[in-house]
């Protein structure tokens, strides 16, 4: 009867848990700084009265040159949390063969450390020594707190932010392909930006688990901050 009754609430109750924590993470990095840095140098351009051709120009060029640059920092980032684990992963297996006594002991700690007691604890001590793998697994995820990353990590983490930059980076940059006086093209790549800024933030907010409007107000905060100060230093060197 028991059973039954927690079956029935497990059907009732469906976790919904958001699992694709570091393609978001990607996107949020590359969108982000996508969005904010062609747009303070567009701005800061303007500031300057370059043309539209100009501001394009070198725009599209810090598009590439940013994209490159941040793709190539995600591929580091990535392929140095891969390498850390392989590290981690090496050591551990050399201890387990070393002293299996003492990580048998660490077992035990940690099973320990989540209220369970020696004689439940013992025999998932004894059952680890007879498979290697299984200890080892245990080891790395709940000594170390580890996760064996993807081997297709580090590619596509560089392509989905060197992507999402360049997504990104045009829509300062639109205003800019479209209208050829930059007095008006500026005015119109502000308003798009700060509404692309204000759309991007809710949605992170939305996805991070934290609150989208106030998320949404600090991105364009933040973009808005940016442009007017490259604006304005580039009014003041003109000058």
């Known amino acids: 009867m028991a059973q039954e009754q927690e079956k029935k609430l497990l059907d009732k109750h469906t976790e919904k848990h958001f699992t694709a924590g570091e393609i978001v993470r990607d996107i949020i990095i590359g969108v982000s700084d996508g969005l904010t840095v062609p747009f303070a140098l567009a701005a800061g351009l303007s500031g300057a009265n370059a043309s539209s051709s100009i501001i394009l120009t ?7 040159a940013g994209a490159i640059s941040m793709g190539l920092g995600g591929y580091l980032a990535a392929k140095s949390e891969a390498d850390h684990y392989m590290r981690e992963l090496k050591r551990e ?13 660490e077992v035990a700690e940690i099973l320990s450390e989540y209220g369970i ?16 793998q299984a200890w080892l697994d245990f080891m790395m995820k709940f000594e170390l707190g ?7 990590r580090a590619l596509q983490s560089a392509f989905t932010i060197a992507i ?18 930059a007095t008006k093209a500026v005015l119109a790549s502000v308003f798009l930006t700060l509404i692309a800024l204000f759309v ?37 060197v003109q000058k």
């Not at 580890?146 to 297709?152: I, M, V």
């Open 200 to 236: 991007f933030g809710f949605a992170k907010g939305y996805f991070t688990g934290n609150r989208p409007v106030k998320s949404a107000l600090q991105t364009a905060l933040i973009g808005a901050i940016a442009s007017a100060a490259a604006f304005g230093m580039a009014k003041a």
């Open 93 to 105: 297996q050399e201890e387990i063969i070393a002293v299996p006594d003492t990580e048998a002991a």
């Open 146 to 152: 580890l996760e064996k990353p993807d081997p297709k």
């Open 58 to 64: 070198a725009g599209i060029a810090e598009v590439a």
């Open 117 to 132: 007691e020696p004689h439940a604890y013992a025999p998932v001590v004894n059952a680890l020594r007879k498979n290697p």
């Open 164 to 181: 999402a930059y360049i997504i990104g980076g045009l829509v300062p940059l639109l205003p800019y392909m479209l209208i050829p006086v």
